[in-house]
């Protein structure tokens, strides 16, 4: 994917409108939570914002005396980890079956990316009552089972983006060497797709540490942050929520832009094969 | 997705085609690990609960027997149930609609008039929140909407109301707001995809024989995008009908959703009725998506990713 300005020149004002709209979309997904963030500044009990000479981690620190919070975040941990653990590898194969397939290719795509749109609850609901009849217990691994399923379509586009750039020339010349189909995947493609599988690997992560709807019916006696979070804001808020939620969305944030970096970084390092554009 | 691929890679050489073909039965192990998870862990369980929705309640043991019944179907046109089913769909088309409108022009500055630095940038900026806590961005919208919120300070303090705004928040509005601002990517991606397959060469040429940005922007570049739009719409609508915490978070006082009335339904362990709802939902969502690729042919907007 490649943009270029394609229009240039006088554009009767589209230009100022396509960037207001543009604005105006980019502040209702920001706005409300920098606010957030402002907020959870506030050293008083009371909502609002204050002058920033009396900005205070108060909330912050209060959050290390919380032990449910300690629990929650363990368990979310574990089932993040183990979530991208599985879904890194599986859509790295997915991926690799997609290039390696003639027919039905679409298909296969289609099938990988409908789990995006089983809704939460649903994919919760029908995971459990099946997990019940299989007589699983609810527990990390039960969430860690409905999170795969749930991740998979993104792990799988990630690493089909950076296996796109992995040229088949490249691939063939190894062989033509005397590399095998394996000491070519591991020598050549591998080390090429080494930032997509990262990335894969965080948004995985990321996308399981968040989730909610499925880890509703899928947890046993132990919470995973979003259980925690959505009982705490529904209680009469103490100030710690918002701490804590500053936390999540400064570290969220903050490592999807450094995977972004990543990814942007790669392409523009990566040398270019011939001058001009391919058009498809 | 920001990443830019530069260089297609559909095997021109000669002689690689077939190397792939022969190797079909790799293509096929490869695809077992992902189709086990999405037979197992997505097919079988909607499948058995499509099954278990025309069992009955077994009051013994607090979950199922093999009775077969259609009751579970029929309970779907009591207590409001069929309204709620309605109100769902409409709040999602009209999230998705809210959302389009706002996606259009924002892709199009993506696609049509951003240089690849800044276009990398929009769509990092449009995909960043995506990837964090939804919850967070939901109920920071309490702060902002709320009656000491950002919004009524402003408006009292300039005087152009002397109480609080109260329909801002625990209310429709507030519900459609969060949704919009959380879905927004889902309308954005397929249409920057989208947008990413026009010839620049059709552009120049109408460019060159005097079309104006607007006559370009509505003869040539909007038919284009077209499928993109649909889609992008398509996908805020699904993923809108199946969201629940907005509307928690949000919604004013016995607001409900579909996802909401599965939980409810299930405080009472009624098992078969809430397997009859969603698959009922599964159902018709699955048909729409199929219509729509159908029509569309929405695995080839990938093709814009270079895969």
Redesign the interface.
């Known amino acids: ?7 240039r ?4 004002g ?2 100022l ?3 207001t ?2 604005a ?3 502040a ?6 920098l ?2 963030l402002l ?1 959870s500044l506030n050293p008083d009990a009371q ?3 204050v002058p920033p000479s009396r900005y205070s981690l108060k909330w912050y620190f209060a959050l290390l005396d919380d032990g449910r919070l300690a629990g929650a975040l363990k368990e979310s941990a574990l089932v993040g980890l183990a979530t991208a653990a599985l879904a890194t ?3 790295l ?10 027919r039905l290719r ?1 298909v ?5 990316l ?2 995006m ?7 919760g ?3 459990s ?2 997990l ?2 299989v007589g699983l217990a609810p527990s990390w691994v039960t969430i860690a ?2 999170h ?2 749930w991740t ?1 379509p993104f792990a ?3 690493s ?10 490249t691939i ?1 010349a190894a062989r033509d060497l005397g590399a095998g ?1 394996i000491r070519a995947f591991v020598d050549i493609t591998l080390p090429l797709m080494r930032t ?1 599988l990262i990335s894969s690997f965080v ?1 995985a992560f ?2 399981s ?2 989730e ?2 499925r880890a ?1 019916y899928l947890a046993g006696r132990q919470n995973t942050l ?1 259980l925690y ?2 009982g705490a ?2 209680s009469g808020a103490s100030p710690t ?2 701490a804590f ?1 500053g936390t ?2 400064v570290v ?2 903050a490592v ?2 450094l995977v ?1 970096a990543g ?2 970084g ?2 523009s390092r ?1 040398p ?2 011939a001058p001009g554009k ?3 | 997705m920001v990443a830019e691929i530069e260089e297609r890679v559909v095997p021109h050489e000669p002689g690689l085609r077939e190397s792939v073909d022969a190797r079909w039965p790799a293509g096929f192990l490869l695809a077992l690990p992902s189709l086990a998870v999405f037979v197992g862990v997505g097919f079988i369980p909607l499948a058995l609960i499509a099954t278990w929705s025309f069992w009955s309640f077994d009051p013994d043991t607090y979950w199922i027997k093999p009775a077969w019944s259609f009751a579970s179907y029929a309970a779907l046109f009591e207590n409001g149930r069929a309204t709620v089913f309605l109100r769902t769909a409409g709040l999602a088309a009209l999230t998705a609609t809210a959302s389009t409108l706002l996606a259009v022009p924002a892709a199009g500055l993506i696609g049509l008039l951003s240089g690849p630095r800044r276009a990398a940038l929009l769509l990092a900026l449009f995909t960043i929140p995506f990837f964090t806590s939804g919850l967070v961005r939901a109920f920071a919208w309490r702060l902002v909407l709320g009656r000491q919120g950002i919004i009524n300070n402003a408006l009292m303090s300039l005087g152009i109301v002397v109480t609080p705004v109260e329909w801002l928040l625990f209310s429709d509005f507030a519900v459609l707001l969060g949704m919009v601002a959380a879905y927004l990517p889902f309308a954005i991606v397929p249409i920057v995809l989208a947008f990413a397959r026009i010839e620049h060469s059709v552009i120049r040429a109408s460019q060159d024989l005097g079309a104006g940005f607007w006559t370009v922007f509505a003869t040539i570049v909007l038919p284009l995008v077209l499928p993109g739009i649909v889609a992008g719409f398509l996908f805020v609508f699904v993923v809108a009908v199946g969201t629940s915490m907005e509307i928690q978070l949000l919604g004013g006082a016995g607001a409900s959703s579909i996802s909401i009335m599965i939980n409810d339904v299930l405080r009472v362990v009624n098992f078969p009725l809430a397997f009859a709802i969603a698959t009922v939902v599964i159902t018709l969502l699955t048909v729409l998506i199929i219509i729509a690729n159908r029509a569309l042919r929405l695995s080839r907007l990938f093709e814009s990713l270079g895969i």
């Open positions: 994917m490649s943009f270029d300005a394609i229009v020149g006088r554009t009767s589209g230009r409108l396509f960037t709209i543009t105006l979309s980019l209702i997904m920001y706005a409300p939570v606010y957030l907020a909502l609002g914002l590898p599986i859509g194969s997915a991926a690799l079956a997609y290039r390696a397939m003639t679409g296969f795509l289609l099938v990988i409908s789990a749109f089983v809704p939460g609850t649903i994919e609901l029908g995971l009552a099946t019940r009849v089972i409905g795969l399923l998979l799988a586009v990630v089909l983006i950076g296996l796109s750039a992995v040229r088949p020339s063939a189909p997509n948004f990321l996308l540490l968040n909610q709807a509703y979003p979070m959505f804001m529904n929520i918002y939620s999540i969305i969220s944030v999807v832009a972004f990814l942007v790669q392409q990566r270019r094969q391919t058009s498809y």
